[in-house]
Nanobody, 113 residues
Framework: QVQLVESGGGWVQPGGSLRLSCAAS????????MTWYRQAPGKEREFVAA?????NYADSVKGRFTISRDNAKNTVYLQMNSLKREDTAVYYC?????????WGQGTQVTVSS
């Protein structure tokens, strides 16, 4: 059974940091491109960062967020620094390889004073 389980979300003040984790099971993790997306209230889901054959970031998070993966632990991470109010969203983990695509349930990140 395929599972993607995000964790690490929560409340943080502007300028703070959080580290999200996404633990995967049920598929060959190392073969998949792993991507973080986010969806703010009233907005469409948007790309944040991806790691596969290369690493890519949305312009809005470049220099502040870092995506990484540990294939031995079947886990992908998103280190988020210098958080801004506009980073508030539900963050989703996505796994994609060929015709296969899986999503996690999401974890809430709230940046507020």
């Amino acid at each position: 059974q395929v599972q993607l389980v995000e964790s690490g979300g929560g409340w943080v003040q502007p300028g703070g940091s959080l580290r999200l984790s996404c633990a995967a099971s049920g598929f060959t993790f190392r073969s998949y491109t792993m991507t973080w997306y986010r969806q703010a209230p009233g907005k469409e889901r948007e790309f944040v960062a991806a790691t596969g054959s290369s690493t890519n970031y949305a312009d809005s998070v470049k220099g502040r967020f870092t995506i990484s993966r540990d294939n031995a632990k079947n886990t992908v991470y998103l280190q988020m620094n210098s958080l801004k109010r506009e980073d508030t969203a539900v963050y989703y983990c996505n796994a994609r390889f060929w015709k296969y695509e899986y999503w996690g349930q999401g974890t809430q990140v709230t940046v507020s004073s």
